[in-house]
């Protein structure tokens, strides 16, 4: 296979979520560096999810603060979120393998209900940020509004990589 038909493949690995629970996970960091990735929230989300790049969790929330306009917690809080957002149980997967009379089967993920994605609820929000389940449920449309920044950016850098992916 050659280096960029590689590299079209892996990305779509990676634009579908599946790349971090990736066994070969070297690959998808390499890729993450040949493309290239910005200063912007999008940019710097992706070092932090697929180049486990430490140091982009703190410019991430000073950007998502901005972008926000939500507390440091808020932000810190949203960005954990999305980095861990994968379904506990499906790995992000989407489908479990389960044993129905000895043969192993493939089925739809009962705990995400196929979404791949964990819900956050008040409980494990309110442990996270060290408040009360009723600050948490005050704080819940600034919450959202991070996590729809976050959303929007995520979305804007998987369609600027799949256009630059088309440009070559
Ligand atoms: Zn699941």
Redesign the pocket.
Known sequence: MTGRLFIRKRLSHALTGSLRDDPDHETGRDIVHALGLTDDLGGVLWRLKYDNDSTAFERAVALLREAANVSPEIAALAVTEWAEG???????????TILDAGAEKRM???????????RFGDRERAHRLRVGMSQVRRWSARIKRAADAIGTADKKKAAQMHGRLLDD
Request: aromatic share 0%.
């Open positions: 994968a379904c506990r149980r499906c790995k992000g997967q989407s489908e479990v739809t993920c009962s705990s995400c209900n196929g979404t791949g994605l964990h």
